[in-house]
């Protein structure tokens, strides 16, 4: 899969739900279609919510993966839709 720089990255690690998806969506809507913004945001609540939420609002999750030098940290990279 083709995964282009990002255009916009957030960090939600410090940020609870809901805030950790309200902050990518007010992130998101300041973007135009096909940019890709890249989150990183910790395990738990956010890794199950932020990317289902983006899903069901009609942006694209391209790749969710582990960040392998901070275990339980993970990157998660969209396409707005």
């Known amino acids: 899969m ?4 990002p255009d916009q990255k957030i960090d939600i690690t410090k940020d609870v739900c809901p805030m950790t998806f309200v902050r990518t969506r ?3 809507e300041t973007m135009t279609q096909g940019q890709v913004l890249e989150v990183t945001l910790g395990a738990g609540e ?3 919510n932020v990317p289902r939420s983006v899903t069901e609002m009609g ?3 391209i790749e ?3 960040i392998a030098e901070t275990p339980g940290t993970f990157r998660l990279t969209i396409r707005k839709g």
């Open 26 to 28: 007010l992130k998101l």
């Open 59 to 61: 942006d694209d999750v």
């Open 64 to 66: 969710l993966v582990e």
């Open 2 to 5: 083709d995964i282009k720089t």
């Open 46 to 48: 956010p890794l199950k």
